[in-house]
């Protein structure tokens, strides 16, 4: 496929409306303001590590995507909490399994789970937990050999000013998608 068609697919998605591809510049500022604010703690727990972002920006060729409120978002985790390797804490989107996690005796703040038997590696090695964002699966896009991201708001709101819409409505948002070769 080429990248006139990939753009067209792009474009397509629900909740997609804008698509640029970005330049060797771009790409080396949205890199640099990823690095920036996974320097700092993230959650008021910890540093972070955005993996979905850091794949996107390595592949060939790196598109900025403004976003709507109609987006669909993976139901997911996109989000864990981890400390030497373990799991401490996670995203969760299935109302019966948060349910069930909470009767367990685990932690839930919204669709933050806290798993209860990993809360002693959060309070004895705090220093080594870290925040991860994982890579965004677009349905619509599996098999093409991409990844994507959702950058930190620093890096949105660099790419918002750099493609030309609203720095402040909520309902707007970004992704970064990085592909590699022809796609199908």
């Known amino acids: 496929m080429s990248e006139d068609n990939f753009l067209e697919k792009l474009m397509k998605l629900k909740g997609i409306v804008k698509v640029a591809l970005l330049s060797k510049e771009d790409v080396d500022e949205v890199g640099r303001l990823e ?10 727990l910890c540093k972070g590590v955005n993996l979905g972002v850091r794949e996107a920006l390595g592949r060939r060729r790196v598109y900025a995507c403004i976003t709507n409120s109609s987006l669909r978002w993976p139901k997911t985790s996109l989000v864990k909490i981890v400390c030497e390797g373990e799991t401490i804490g996670e995203d969760v989107y299935d109302e019966a399994e948060l349910e069930r ?4 005796g685990n932690i839930v703040v919204g ?5 209860r038997e990993k809360m002693r590696l959060m309070k004895e090695n705090r220093e080594k937990m870290s925040v991860i964002m994982l890579p965004l699966r677009i349905p619509e896009l599996e ?3 991409i990844a994507a991201g ?3 708001p620093p890096a949105d709101l660099y790419l918002k000013r750099k493609l030309g819409v609203p720095e402040d409505d909520p309902k707007i948002g970004t992704i970064i998608i990085g592909v590699n070769g022809d796609q199908k």
């Open 35 to 44: 690095r920036e604010a996974e320097g700092k703690v993230l959650m008021g």
């Open 101 to 104: 996690l909470k009767k367990e």
């Open 111 to 115: 669709n933050l789970v806290f798993y």
């Open 143 to 145: 098999g093409q050999g």
């Open 150 to 152: 959702s950058p930190s």
